[in-house]
């Protein structure tokens, strides 16, 4: 699972992970929005999986 990590013009760093809509944190580090971007994308696959919706291809690379 691809994580996309990039520096605000505020410092601030914000993670992404492309392959689920709406995996958006921020972290004052690029360690830290890492970290938090891994965890919510493990909530939301887990709430996906949990209620039988689709877990998009990449997004499943994280099980492998």
Known sequence: MRVEIER???GRWIGEVPALPGV???GATAEEARS??????FRVIAD???HGEP??????K???
């Not at 938090?36 to 994308?41: G, N």
């Not at 877990?55 to 499943?60: D, G, I, T």
């Open 8 to 10: 605000e013009e505020d």
């Open 24 to 26: 958006i944190v921020y």
């Open 36 to 41: 938090k971007a891994e965890a919510l994308a």
């Open 48 to 50: 996906r999986l949990e």
């Open 55 to 60: 877990v998009p291809p990449e997004a499943r």
């Open 62 to 64: 994280v099980f492998a």
